[in-house]
């Protein structure tokens, strides 16, 4: 009896909240939907206003421009590539140095684990310029090595995967060992596939990292046939002879079908497969 | 002789865990040292006492830049630009995060959550650049899509991207967009794995929507807290992407940030040592920073749960 | 029969071995030149390799590798840093497309090679280019006495009219030395809110080529004679910038000019009437089938000076192979380069294919102000700082046009950091 009429009073701000939640999700997806039918428009109604947020046309035109205007296509091509690479090596360094981190015990095993750690305090643009001067050094100056290889270390991963291999009980490893089991066997075929959403999540954050990297192309990207979607983007922003907003905007629209694969993938994994556990010190 | 075995067996068996131990992390210790501890021990205790230029070898000139970094007019701005994004953007990302995260957490049919969740995590997937170019057209002055709203109601046109003070605030509003994902994701994450008995009992208990949240839910939260508090604190120090796609630092000075000034003097002037001392300033705050929350966690982050 | 085959092979083989073995030793080896050019021009990367078929079809021993490198929204300065990228890395091409804007860094770094030898070893090599090519145009690649590129493309400042737009106001284009009075007429009638829209009068050059070209048209100037101090804040520089600033803030002629919004999509479209530019607009017009429009020189406020910049191929002296490197470089300054790759993205430096490309491509109505200019006009001032200063200025400049600030004070400033730059300090 009580507990329903307090229910009852609950109704008008639950409402609220609702109708607060409905107008931040459209605050969300707004920019999406004016990219979309804007991309749709002819281009010389691109910038008209009032503006739509709803398609007025479907000047599929726009898209075909933007392959023969624009070498497009290799923009995604080598994002999805630079993407997967960093993501599956990223994922598998942060796996394997996060069991041995949670599962080993070996000598300054600590010590390691706080100057790998701290890494995640580190900006990344205190260390660029040495960095810059490392893919020099190694000739990988214009080439995907260099927006492949600095990004393969990810300490918040590898704290991630600890956190979440901590808390498979010791009794396995311990069986498996005792069977005859060698480590790497006991890592790949038994705390792996226990793991696999703290793994899918590092995996969707290498992804987005890598697919989002902005700076690194920047500087260490020069020829046109290398360049990745998000400096691509910058350039066909600035590109005179594509004629207008509609078409540049049809390449924005593009760029967003893979991370939504990846979303629909990652997206229940991203929600069951990290334990929080505070970063004690 | 039974134990003695076993003993030697132990040994053999830390010897081994030693060696498969640093076998494991090779890969990830190899690419931190090259790519990380390297260029931040060379960052702090050489480059930034050197003139380089990259196409002739590095040159000792000891604490001449910094001196200049301190007498620069410019150094001044970008610090305190800087400071203004984290003052405005970390409180900004950790308190719209949490109330989404509880908007989201309710008892609601899951489709409505599903919508939601994407909606909201959404910007952090997508390219920056790519969304850069449509909220620059929103933020527009003459031709925006905003400003046209806000005329509709009544509301003169905001110069967007035309003052200082408002670029600001316009770069903030799309920092927010574009990544309050992230820290909402780890909000939700964080109170999906408050256990359902926690808040039973306290309902039971007779506890109101107030004490529910101050009393169970936020000290739960904590850890989480602290984790995106660092994340953001470190990410808002080094802003980059936003203001260097949307401003480009201006108009005049007034978005120009630590990371811009870094880029534009390593990368455009070619005067790697006088980045290099940037760099290490930035470094030395964020240190400092680090440093104190770390030595206040203890007062307010609760780890009992745990 | 089998011997007497056996003996003729080895005849034949031996033959052709001394034949092809001469000819060798006489031949050079087949050597490839890296060549690295500004994308943003209108032309795609296999129709500038379609291009060099041409060459390699006289020159069957050098292969050109294109290289196009993206230049982000700001033009030259993101080239020319990719380019010093390319090379502080190790990877620098032997010839690279280079702008006014950027030759003096060059040489002054020691990286373009002078090509007066082998220019005077090969006269095959140059033909007629300096006959058919304005001397004029030549200038700003004769530095010190030697030619570091032959240039093969210009732009110069000109104002472009969207017609329709003058005709719905009941305005013509105007007349050659129209003033600063008739420039504000112009902007007062041509500022009004058509159906709900707004439409501009004019767009503000908001980059430093474009805005020097109207510095030049009141006595000023961005530096002074030799390059060696800044005189932006000089009454006269000063009196434009104030004009720019009252056209925004005051009169809102013009709107704030947005670096992501492109300006000359707003001509097209209807937004603004007016713009000062070269002939790299004509593409987007092309594009767009827009052809309501016209061009006449800058507003003549003191003076009509038409400001140039002109660009050519440079040979980096960090090339293995110069000759070839040379040849390559001097061949895309031949009418067959020049007319199939500068076709509407600039004005051709040889009048023979000026005279052909321009009235070809049909657009801007009165488009004979193009070459014609070539005779009065003036490079644009381009040390070898230019990317720093440029730098400088825009941020100044995006300063006084978004505030209230006072125009004096933000240009001694500009002055007083720009002076530091050229200093060297």
Known sequence: MAADKKDGLRMAPRIIVEVVMILVSVFFLIPFLWAISTSLRLPKDSLNLPPQFLPTSFQIANYGSLFTLFPFFPFILNSIVVAVAVTVFQALFSTMAGYAFARIDFKGKNLLFIAILSGIMIPGQSIIIPQFLVVKTFGLMDTHWAIILPYLIFPLGIFLVRQFMMTIPKSYDEAALIDGADRFRVFWSIILPMSVPSVAVVSVMGFIGSWNNFFGPLIYLNTWEKMTLPMGLKVLSGFNGTGSLSVILAGVVISFIPPILIYAFGQKYLLQGTTLTGLKS | MGSFVAGNLRKHRHFRDNLTGYLFILPALLTFLVFIGGPIVASVFFLDFCKYNILTPPVYVGLRNFLKLFSDPMSSTVFLNTFKFVAILVPLHVVIGLLLALGVCRKIASPLKYYYRTAIYFPVVVTVSAVTIIWTYFFNFDFGVINYFLNLVGIQSVPWLKSGDWALVAVAIFSVWKGVGSSFIFFVIGLQNIPDSYMEAAKIDGANWFHLFFKIKLPLLTPTMFLVLTTILINCFQIFDEPFLITNGGPGTSTRTIALQIYEQAFRSYDMGYASSFAAVLFAIVLAITVIQFSFQKKWVNYDYE | ?425
């Open chain 3, 1 to 425: 029969m089998r011997l007497k085959s056996v003996v003729l092979t080895l005849f034949v083989a031996t033959v052709l071995f001394a034949v092809t073995g001469c000819s060798g030793a006489m031949q050079k080896k087949p050597v490839t030149i890296k060549m690295a050019y500004m994308q943003g021009q209108s032309v795609t990367k296999e129709q500038t390799e379609k291009i060099f078929e041409e060459f390699t079809k006289s020159n069957p021993t050098i292969k050109v590798d294109v290289t196009f490198i993206p230049a982000g929204g700001s033009g030259w300065n993101d080239y020319f840093t990719k380019i010093q990228t390319m090379i502080a890395g190790g990877n620098a091409p032997d010839i690279c497309d280079v702008a006014i804007e950027g030759i003096r860094m060059f040489v002054s770094m020691g990286l373009a090679q002078p090509l007066d030898g082998f220019i005077k070893a090969h006269p095959d090599a140059i033909g007629d280019a300096f006959t058919d090519i304005n001397p004029h145009l030549e200038v700003p690649f004769k530095i010190d006495g030697n030619t570091y590129g032959v240039v093969n493309n210009w732009n110069n400042v000109v104002m472009h009219f969207n017609t329709k737009l003058l005709k719905d106001a009941g305005l013509a284009v105007p007349k050659e030395n129209w003033g600063k009075e008739d420039l504000l007429k112009y902007c007062a009638k041509l500022t009004k809110t058509v159906n709900g829209k707004k439409q501009f009068a004019i767009s503000i050059p908001n980059y430093y080529f474009g805005a020097e070209a109207w510095l030049y048209n009141n006595h000023a100037s961005v530096l002074n004679a030799d390059m060696t101090k800044c005189t932006l804040n000089e009454p006269n520089s000063v009196e434009i910038f104030q004009l720019w600033q009252d056209m925004v803030q005051k009169y809102k002629y013009a709107p704030y000019p947005d670096p992501n919004v492109d300006a000359i999509n707003q001509l097209i479209t209807g937004q603004t009437a007016m713009g000062s530019w070269g002939r790299w607009p004509v593409q987007e017009y092309k594009n767009n089938n827009f052809t309501d429009v016209a061009v006449q020189y800058l507003t003549n406020f003191k003076t009509n000076v038409v400001e140039f910049g002109s660009g050519g191929t440079v040979v980096l002296k960090s090339s293995k192979h110069l000759d070839e490197a040379s040849r390559v470089a001097i061949w895309m300054s031949s009418s067959y380069f020049i007319k199939n790759y500068y076709g509407y993205s600039a004005i051709p430096t040889r009048k023979s294919v000026a005279d052909e490309v321009i009235p070809a491509a049909g657009v801007p109505q009165n488009y004979d102000l193009y070459y014609k200019t070539a005779e009065i006009a003036v490079p644009v001032q381009a040390p070898p700082q230019y990317a720093v200063i440029a730098t400088i200025f825009d941020r100044y400049l995006s300063e006084i046009l978004s505030k209230p600030v006072s125009v004096k004070d933000e240009l001694d400033k500009a002055t007083a950091e720009i002076d530091a730059v050229l200093a060297g300090k």
